[in-house]
């Protein structure tokens, strides 16, 4: 299997077939179930291999479209004879030669061996080999197509049809493995699950969801198979929850539950793989539908897997109705039955408690009483109530809610807690109002009923308790209000009054029981009787009257009677009752006992049409005849029987209430019990019907006339007149119903939530308790036949009968009782066990079995204590077994190592338990397979938890394996020698190879673990172990020539492990007896002699694939083992040990040595070993030995080792990855220097090319210039960028149904529900569905030649020429591409393939290979570049959005995305190239800026690099990642900073902008990538070099850009440094991290440097960051630094030979070079930072380095820089320099001469000396006095210091010079400063002949300062105590008198100034200016200043020079 491509076994399915057959031994006994689980283990790792094959088809990068049968890993390809010879597309040059890769054997071999022609032999028939397989073409890479054989007896139809596509494929290992799942066998079901779950991964590749709505014949087979196997997985689950019952054995109840637990995850993993949720209705079949209900209701498992139950409830949310209605209600019990023991709990803990929450969990509670019946639940909840409701400070919210947990108690369905409720309230009240109490205080005890005394509790306990059937629950109902009636000695007043106000809207219910026999009945009644002058505590007077007018409806003829008294004594105590009608006597009063029992009651019902039958204004006629006193009596009486038929109409209602009817009613019934009553009697019957219909629709109305006790009074009496009126009374009667009943009525006032809404205008009804014990006149609607607190229970009895329902909630109970599972177990297995609750709640046998194996911990401890306990083999491995399910169920519960198995393994103390069977060598076979068992669970544990590995694990396997002797896991890989000569029979040989199997895989595994690992005793233990493994293996690589068939298996897994252990670097450095060199050597020797046996000798695998897996896996490791040798070796002359002979052995000839052997690799019919092949010449190449032994062994290949390389990198139907090993090759034959002419005994001549008809020969560049040409090198690079791929997989497994299928193309059916794995298709290849190719599935077709498939549309459509975005990973329909054709060029010298793919890993190297082509040739190589349009293209596939959308993907992976590794690859890849890019780009902007600089170009490229670099990576956790972020950023800052320096004019503005773009999240990764100063100096460098740049060259544009009115409005750094607010913290952090970098490197790392450069400049633009410099104390260090640096050079000028100043290497002159730059750039235009330099003693300081400064002009230029900066506008700082200040430090050597006594001092002695050598630190010290000649102090140290005699001596230029000296420019500035205050003009003043030498010089001109004599006369006129002088001097007067008449407009307005400064306010410069000449000139002037600059005004300028004139003449005219 390793050998042959998986793909093989589904093209000939026999062998796969054969071993579905064999599962059914499973079910055998006498040993044949052990040949079933050799045939899972096969079919396991089948389903691995064939993963990792779709993996590598899908891999961009190992993209092939080669045509050649003979060199691709197909299985058809049946070598017969060659037919036609194809030359390479890429012809080599020079003459052809044999083909060395046929050295050796290349006979006939035996039969069996694999070779190509067997593979019929799988499918039954036989062929004839070929008699010569020898094949000779022109070149290794020369392609040769074979014609297909004739099969004898196959048909090639009958073959299409018999292989099996990966979907097929994938059902039936569904379909055979899945009834394997009921067997007793713990191993067999074990091993089937991991079958089964490799199965589904490859599942999820190969089927997608939409299958289910494919209708193709394929389709419909595979939907049927999936439903057989759902039908089936489903009776399994069933079958293994049935299978437990309490009768059977403990071992097989646990074997039932472990595999009803796994069993059920994976069929949920399958179901949401395969059927999306909402098809689950139509297609699940029934037995599945019966499994999910199980696993829904089973709670253990919904607790240690609640992803899976969410999943599980989905789906039968949609399957089944009832059964979900059942899961739903069990779901509310068991969350009821938490709330139950929550609230038990708590109530129980001491301390303040949150009861708003206990009474949400007493109201949840509630809900399961129906089940637990735990009753002391019940007197909680009531004492609670009670609690709150005694409290004062409860809030209303908690009073309300615990009223309705109370309220829903009382109305429990459940009678038993009806019962204890009431009897628990009863016994409550007699506490607090029993007799017995008499003594206490009554405040403290009648408070505890306040919980009964609400309306809604009386109304409960009236209308409801009384009522109830049940004896206990009445008497106790009644008990209590009887207690409450007859209470009030017992309760304080407010007590009482909140009774009596919560009673009153309960009275009309409570009436109903008033009985003078009863004593209920009886208070009731004395309730009623109650004196109304009684007073507080006694029922409201309308109350009153209301309850004696309710009592003449109740039923009981005595109580009547007792009312009519009452009512007798209110009506004759009424007010004018003298004047009412009737009288009231005894006669009256006998006749009316049963006044309102009468035979016809009213119905109360009205109408409500929708449309008005009746016009408004009739029913407003009709009822004015009814008011009208004018009309007759019997007209209004009809009216008013009219407007009583009307109103039967709800609607008309309003128009009478507008008109006032209900008053005027009233107003008729007052006059008819008047006196003269009689005459207006006939209205009264119409009128009360009115009223009534009126009254029923209108609640509001009701509610206010029910309070008016006039009214009810009145109503009374009228009844009592027309006592013998039967239709009157019955009226009257209706309207007491109406008034007497209208609290009741109301549904909302009585339901737990009222509404806020108010309700509408409802038919009027009234609670059955009411009209059942009342007599009522009218028929009403009857309401609250049950309680409205009543709750429904979430089950019915029959749903508790359900065992399932039943143990759900029996362990809910129990979980919920003890809290969690762990407390459960416990208890469970203490001995002391208190009978808390009933036995029903107890948990059975199997329930306590049944948690233990669900609960991975338990289950676990369970394991490692039966393996402690253990007293055989089989118990051990049963409990090894069983820990595999758990490690399993967290791989199929998707929790991997975050799983319960993974959580719970790193708490236990399980090493211990195993550490017993790894310590000992096994004795026996028994022992063996154990430790197997043992081995393959550690292994499996490991996979699991390859990610984040546990360090303890890693240290403790370790450990283990590094013990001294006995070291049973490392001694086992290799038998001893006793062992090797003892005869064993198969088991044992078989048992051991297994051992040795499982042993390499373990080591493996192990070595994968630690990527990731960082703890440093652990990575130790590793090395040493490492090293320790590399011996080992190498014995096992020594001892693998077993007699059986070559030993093939063992030694391709020697040779497997050696590839993981040589991957990691260092493998061989750790062992203390054998060097590392030796070790590698010892590896080669070994490595060679296989690769000569299995490859060299045999001709390739081009005839086989026996041995394959022995290639690849050697040549893997020749490729490590090439780079730890170049680690390891002292010297590089280790590559000869490389060589092997060439050819065979012949006697007396000496066989040539070298590296020939590699080559034939190179042509590999597997990509992967051309790829590693090539990557071990690129590795060997990168030593010039190798080059040259490599180029040796290539000459006798046509082309040699160029011509080879280069064509295979040009091969454009050859693999990306291979291609760029080439292209690293060539990369490395660059580096070596080359001649370009012919030199002997050179040893590297570079590329050799020679033309057979002129003869000529070339070596070297130009040789490399030719092959380039002649191969079209460029042209190809500019195909193979147009054709690059981004996508992540070559075709994309995730397409819907829909996408890029065109109807009718799918001949046989077939949609994309198979994501392009499709069934045999009898198309041609003209005419296949694009959409179902795949290289995974070779078909045989019956033309020659058709089994290429093309990867991404039809072999007769090219794609067209597009950039690389129209490859995004999406297959091209022939609609699309039919037209479109790739453009021929005519200098290509083949046509291209139909198809190729390139990579971005292949452009990186390709971009390495043209930068190494640039360095060689740069100008060639750039115009090449040009012509090929190459940066152009190369830029363009940068992608910035893709690379964030990618690291987004990472950071919250979705469900349905690709696995993580995938992802991580694209990004480094795509990382790589940037990279690369970058370098390439760097280099081309040094050889020619033009290349990168266009515009086109320039922007796209910075806002992709910028967007690059501003991709957030803090959620990404992978460490390569990151390094590789951070490798692609330092590139990318080196190219902007290349980019900065090379082309600023061009290329700032788009940077800029991009950063302001960005500029919150560019300030981040500043911060970031400065912070990786010590992880990472590189990229902290280079960002900031980066940013140092970007603030100079912004600053020199900002120069450039001061004079430009017309400057581009680009963001500058200084305002986004200081400008913006938001981002003022990052700003701050940038600084700061700036800042540390400087400070905390010590003065010879150049990252200092670096930082000092950024720093520097970022002070020079940024006051924010020269605040946060002085905040940080940059200034004070910076001093401390330059006092110290003075002290060491004062130092060592005191040792003897050290008299010099050291040079610059020795650091102190840099180190005082940047403090000052720094201080100097601190204190720029700042003033708080130059007040803390004045306090740290800068000037002191300075003075102090003074001799120091005087001996470097550099360090002199930056202290004067630094000293103009801090006396620019710093009067403090300039006085500063005037102190005296040297006497703190130690004298100087003699030599240099005494320092003067300040700074001043020094500075003036400095620039007495003229002239200086140094032009520019003239240049600073007189500017530095400029600055200083503003301060008064300075200037009178420069006036007693008689420096500006010195300016006397400047001597004037001579002859034709018209120019003066810069020397003397800067004289004249410093005294034009001097000139600014008058104490300085005084001092010119002073010098003789100062004035005269100043006229003389303002005849001179100079560029930048023309003007300066002029000013320096103007600022003098300017003093009233100049004047005279000035005056007196005529040469002045003239020069200024001259400036009128000057061009210059600047010169006028200086001259004119000066005068009128002159002039103003000195009568004797009248008297001289008054002068005729001068005179003229200022007329002249102001005259023709007028004519110019006539709209002066706007012209601040002119204007001044016009208002100077005019008022000279002014001046001049005036006397």
């Known amino acids: ?265 994976f069929a949920v993993r399958v179901l949401q793989m395969l059927l999306p949720v909402e098809k689950a209705s139509h297609l699940l079949p029934e037995p599945m539908s019966a499994a999910l209900f199980l696993v829904s209701l089973d709670m253990p498992v919904s ?183 007859q209470g009030r000695l017992m309760m304080t007043a407010v007590t009482w009054n909140k009774f009596i106000e919560s009673l009153c809207p309960v009275i009309p219910v409570l009436q109903g029981y008033a009985d003078t026999e009863d004593p209920l009945g009886n208070s009731i009644l004395l309730l009623t009787k109650g004196n109304p002058e009684a007073g507080e505590g006694a029922l409201p007077c309308t109350t009153r009257l209301k309850s004696m007018l309710r009592l003449l409806f109740v039923r009981k003829p005595l109580v009547r009677s007792l009312a009519l008294k009452l009512l007798a004594c209110h009506l004759t105590r009424e007010e004018g009752a003298d004047t009412k009608r009737p009288l009231i006597d005894a006669r009256i009063l006998s006749r009316v006992t049963n006044l309102f029992i009468v035979k016809k009651p009213i119905e109360l019902t009205l109408d409500d049409r929708r449309e008005l039958i009746i016009r408004l204004e009739t029913v407003e006629k009709v009822y004015k005849i009814f008011t009208s006193d004018d009309i007759d009596l019997v007209l209004r009486k009809s009216a008013a029987e009219q407007l009583a038929v009307i109103m039967q109409d709800i609607k008309m209602h309003a128009v009478v209430k507008k008109l006032h009817l209900v008053d005027t009613i009233i107003e008729y019934l007052n006059e008819c019990v008047g006196q003269d009553g009689e005459l207006i009697e006939c209205l009264i019957l119409p009128s009360l019907t009115l009223f009534r219909k009126v009254l029923c629709a209108d609640p509001v109305m009701r509610l206010a006339l029910s309070q008016q006790a006039s009214l009810l009074t009145l109503l009374f009496r009228v009844s009592l007149i027309f006592h013998e009126n039967c239709a009157v009374v019955t009226e009257v009667g209706a309207l007491f119903c109406l008034l007497l009943f209208d609290e009741v009525s109301r549904m909302d006032m009585w339901s737990v939530n009222p509404s806020n809404k108010p309700s509408s205008p409802s038919v009027f009804s009234l609670p059955v308790s009411v009209f059942r014990r009342y007599h009522l006149p009218v028929r009403v609607v009857g309401h609250h036949a049950v309680s409205p607190y009543s709750i429904v229970l979430p089950l019915s009895t029959d749903c508790l009968a359900l065992k399932p329902v039943s143990d759900m909630l029996r362990i809910a109970w129990n979980l919920s009782w003890y809290h ?150 490392l001694d086992l890989l290799v038998l001893t020698e006793s062992q090797a000569r003892e005869e064993t029979d198969d088991i044992q040989t078989a048992v051991r190879q297994q051992l040795q199997k499982e042993l390499i895989a373990l080591f493996n595994t192990l070595l994968l673990s630690f990527m990731a690992v960082t703890d440093r005793k652990c990575l130790e233990l590793f090395y040493v172990f490492q090293t320790q493994l590399s011996l080992k293996l190498l014995q096992c690589l020594r001892v693998t020539d077993a007699p059986h068939f070559y030993g093939l298996p063992s030694l391709e897994r020697t040779l497997r492990g050696m590839a993981h252990l040589t991957a990691s670097p260092g493998w061989s450095s750790h062992s203390p007896l054998t060097k590392p060199f030796e070790i590698c050597v010892k590896y080669l020797s070994g490595l060679l002699e296989v690769i000569t046996s299995f490859y060299v000798e045999r001709g390739g695998n081009a005839m086989s694939f026996m041995g394959k897996g022995v290639t690849k896996n050697t040549v893997l490791c020749l490729l490590h083992l090439s780079h730890e040798m170049m680690a390891q070796a002292q010297s590089s002359e280790w590559m000869s040990l490389w060589f092997l002979p060439l050819g065979s052995h012949s006697e007396g000839h000496a066989t040539p040595q070298g590296l020939a052997w590699l080559i034939p690799l190179w042509v590999d019919r597997d990509p992967e ?297 694209q990004v480094s890849f795509l990382l790589e190239y940037l990279s690369s890019l970058s370098r390439l780009l760097q280099s081309c902007l040094l050889v020619d800026p033009d290349l990168v600089i266009e515009d086109e170009l320039l922007k796209p490229l910075v806002t992709n690099i910028i967007g690059v670099l501003t991709i957030c990576t803090k959620d990404v956790l992978d460490v390569e990642l990151i390094s590789a972020f951070y490798h692609t950023w330092t590139h990318l800052f080196n190219l902007l900073a290349t980019l900065l320096r090379k082309a600023a004019t061009a290329s700032l503005s788009s940077i800029m902008m991009g950063l302001a773009k960005h500029w919150a999240t560019v300030i981040d990764m500043l911060c970031t990538c400065v912070s990786l100063s010590t992880t990472c100096p590189t990229l902290s460098t280079a960002s900031l070099q980066f940013l140092s740049i970007l603030l100079t060259e912004e600053a020199k544009r900002h120069l450039q850009d001061k004079n430009k009115t017309n400057s581009c409005h680009t963001p500058s750094m200084a305002s986004l440094l200081d400008k913006t607010q938001e981002n003022q913290k990052s700003l701050e952090r940038l600084n700061e991290v700036i800042l540390q970098c400087y400070e905390g490197k010590s003065s010879k790392d150049v990252l200092k440097r670096v930082a000092a450069n950024t720093l ?64 100097r750039n601190c204190l720029y235009q700042n003033e708080e930072c130059k007040e803390a330099a004045l306090e740290s003693h800068l000037v002191p300081v300075l003075h102090s380095l003074w001799p120091w400064l005087l001996m470097d002009d550099s360090l002199m230029q930056i202290a004067l820089q630094l000293l103009c900066v801090y006396t620019a506008n710093f009067p403090n700082g300039c006085s500063s320099l005037c102190w005296s200040s040297y006497g703190q430090y130690p004298a100087q050597a003699a030599y240099r001469g005494a320092p003067s006594t300040s700074l001043m001092g020094c500075i003036l002695k400095l620039a007495s000396q003229m002239p200086l050598e140094n032009t520019a630190v003239q240049q600073m010290v007189f500017m530095f006095l400029s600055n ?121 307005r200086i001259g004119a100034a000066a005068l009128w400064a002159l002039i103003h306010n000195y009568q004797k410069a009248k008297m001289t200016l008054k002068n005729p000449s001068i005179k003229r000139r200022v007329d002249e002037a102001y005259s023709l200043a007028k004519k110019t600059f006539s709209n002066s005004e706007e012209t601040p300028l002119n204007a001044y020079y016009l208002k100077c004139l005019e008022n000279l003449v002014q001046l001049l005219n005036s006397s």
Not at 1216 to 1232: G, T, Y
Not at 1660 to 1683: F, G, N, T
Not at 1859 to 1864: A, D, G, Q, R, V
Not at 1869 to 1884: A, T, V, Y
């Open 1169 to 1465: 070993v051309r790829f590693t092949s090539l990557g071990l010449g690129s590795a060997l190449t990168t030593l010039e030995t190798g080059c040259v032994a490599l180029a040796n062994s290539c000459q006798n290949i046509s082309g040699g080792l160029w011509g080879t390389v280069v064509n295979i990198l040009l091969d454009q139907s050859e693999c990306s990855m291979v291609r760029r090993e080439a292209a690293f090759i060539l990369q490395n034959l660059l580096v070596i220097p080359m001649p370009s002419v012919i030199i002997k005994d050179y040893t590297w001549q570079g590329p050799c090319v020679h033309d057979e008809d002129s003869g000529l020969s070339l070596i070297g560049k130009p040789a490399l210039q030719a092959l380039l040409y002649h191969c079209h090198f460029y042209e190809h690079l500019n195909q193979m960028i147009k054709h690059c791929y981004l996508g992540r997989y070559t075709f994309d497994l995730n397409f819907s149904a829909l996408d890029g299928t065109s109807e009718g193309s799918d001949l046989n059916g077939l949609d994309d529900s198979f994501k392009f794995w499709r069934a045999p298709s009898r198309m041609s290849n003209q005419d296949q569905d694009p959409s179902s190719l795949s290289t995974l599935e070779t078909m045989v077709t019956p033309s020659s030649g058709s089994t290429e498939f093309p990867p991404f549309g039809p072999s007769s459509v090219s794609l067209p020429e597009a950039s690389h975005d129209q490859f995004a990973a999406q297959v091209i329909g022939p609609h699309e591409t039919a037209s479109a054709q790739l453009p021929r060029d005519t200098s290509l010298p083949a046509p291209l393939p139909k198809q190729c793919v390139v990579t971005p890993p292949l452009l990186s190297a390709v971009c390495s290979l043209l930068d190494g082509l640039l360095v060689i040739a740069p100008g060639d190589t750039a115009r090449a570049f040009r012509q090929a349009r190459l940066i152009e293209l190369l830029c363009s596939i940068m992608d910035a959005t893709l690379l964030e959308s990618c690291v987004q993907e990472l950071k919250g992976p979705l469900p349905l995305s690709s696995p993580v590794e995938h992802t991580q690859a």
């Open 1656 to 1719: 520097m400049s970022l002070l020079a633009v940024s006051r924010r960051a020269q605040r946060q410099a002085l905040k940080a104390d940059l200034i004070d260090s910076c001093m401390e630094q330059m006092k110290h640096i003075n002290a060491q050079l004062n130092l060592d000028s005191l040792r003897p030979g050290k008299a010099t100043l050291k040079k610059q290497e020795d650091g102190f002159i840099k180190e005082l070079s940047i403090a000052m730059q720094l201080l």
């Open 1 to 265: 299997m390793q050998d042959f491509p998986a793909e093989i076994f589904l093209q000939r399915p026999k062998i796969v077939q054969s071993l579905l057959s064999l599962l059914k031994l499973a079910f055998g006994g006498d040993g044949r179930h052990r040949l079933a689980l050799q045939s899972v283990s096969c079919l396991q790792q089948l389903c691995t291999y064939l993963r990792n094959r779709l993996n590598f088809h899908r891999d961009p990068g190992f993209f092939s479209s080669k045509e050649d049968t003979v060199s691709q890993n197909s299985s058809l390809s049946y070598c017969h004879e060659v037919r036609v010879i194809h030359h390479s597309q890429n012809p080599s040059l020079g003459s052809s030669s044999p083909r060395p890769s046929v050295v050796g054997r290349t006979g006939q071999r035996p039969r069996g061996d694999g070779q190509d022609w067997d593979a019929v032999s799988s499918s039954g028939s036989s062929s004839h080999a070929p008699v010569n397989s020898r094949i000779s073409v022109h070149s290794p890479l020369d392609v040769v197509h074979i014609d297909l054989p004739e099969l004898e007896a196959e048909d090639t139809l009958e073959l299409q049809f018999q292989q099996l596509s990966l979907p097929q494929f994938c059902v039936s290992v569904l379909q055979s493995a899945v009834p394997l799942l009921r067997t007793g066998s713990r191993q067999m079901i074990i091993r089937v699950l991991e079958l089964l779950a490799e199965d589904m991964i490859l599942i999820g590749e190969a089927i997608s969801a939409d299958i289910w709505d494919d209708n193709s014949l394929f389709a419909v087979d595979m939907k049927e198979k999936l439903l057989m196997v759902l039908r089936s997985l489903g009776d399994t689950i069933c079958y293994h929850k049935s299978g437990v019952s309490q009768d059977q054995p403990e071992l097989v109840l646990v074997h039932h539950r472990m595999a009803f637990v796994s069993v059920s995850l």
């Open 820 to 969: 969690g599972s762990e407390n459960l177990l416990k208890q469970m297995n203490s001995e002391s066990k208190i009978q808390e609750f009933s036995d029903t709640l107890q948990l059975t046998t199997e329930d306590t079995l049944t948690l233990k194996m669900t609960h991975t911990a338990s289950g676990l401890k369970d394991c490692l204590h039966s393996i402690v306990e253990a007293a055989a083999h089989r118990e051990v491995r049963a409990a090894v077994t069983r820990m595999s399910f758990y490690l399993l169920n967290d791989r199929l519960s998707l929790k991997g190592g975050s799983g319960p198995f993974g959580v719970t393994l790193k708490s236990l103390s399980w090493h211990t338990t195993l550490n017993r069977f790894l310590q000992v060598l096994p004795a026996c076979t028994e022992d063996e397979k154990l430790l197997i068992d043992i081995i393959h669970f550690l292994n499996k544990l490991l996979k699991e938890q390859r990610k984040n590995s546990s360090v303890e694990l890693l240290n403790w396997l370790l450990e283990l394996l590094l013990r001294h002797s006995p070291n049973p896991l």
């Open 303 to 485: 607790l240690e897997y609640p992803n899976i139950h969410e999943a599980v409830v989905a789906y039968l949310e949609q399957l089944n109705s009832e059964n979900y209605s059942i899961y739903k209600q069990t779901a509310e019990a068991v969350y009821s039955i938490e709330c139950t023991c929550n609230f038990l709990s708590d109530v129980g803990k001491e301390g303040e408690k949150n009861l708003l929450e206990l009474v949400e969990l007493a109201d949840q509670a509630l809900r399961s009483f129906s089940y637990h019946q735990h009753f002391p639940l019940i007197k909680e909840m009531i004492c609670m109530c009670s609690k709150i409701c005694k409290s004062a400070q409860a809030s209303p919210l908690l009073q309300g809610e615990s009223q309705k947990v109370f309220l829903r108690m009382l109305s429990h369905p459940l009678l038993q807690v009806k019962i204890e409720t009431y009897n628990c309230c009863l016994e409550i009240t007699k506490e607090c109002l029993g007799v017995y109490n008499v003594t206490k205080p009554v405040s403290s005890l009648c408070n505890g009923i306040h919980f009964l005394l609400h309306p809604k509790v009386l109304y409960e306990i009236s209308a409801f308790g009384i009522q109830e059937p049940k004896n206990e629950v009445n008497a106790a109902a009644k008990a209590i209000l009887l207690y409450l009636l």
């Open 1828 to 1948: 200083l000649a503003l301060s008064h102090d300075c200037k009178g140290v420069i006036q007693k210091s008689n420096f500006l005699q010195n300016f006397l001596s400047l001597t004037l230029p001579k002859g034709g010079n018209k120019h003066l000296s810069n020397l003397t420019i800067l004289w004249l500035k410093l005294l034009l400063n001097i000139s600014f205050g008058e104490d300085g003009q005084q001092m010119i003043l002073r010098l003789d002949g100062c004035l005269d030498l100043l006229t003389e010089m303002s005849k001179y001109k100079h560029k930048s300062s023309p003007y300066i004599p002029l000013l320096i006369f103007h600022n003098i006129c300017f003093s009233p105590a100049n004047k005279p002088k000035i005056l007196a001097n005529e040469k002045v007067i003239s020069v200024l008198a001259a400036c009128l008449e000057s061009e210059n407009q600047n010169v006028q």
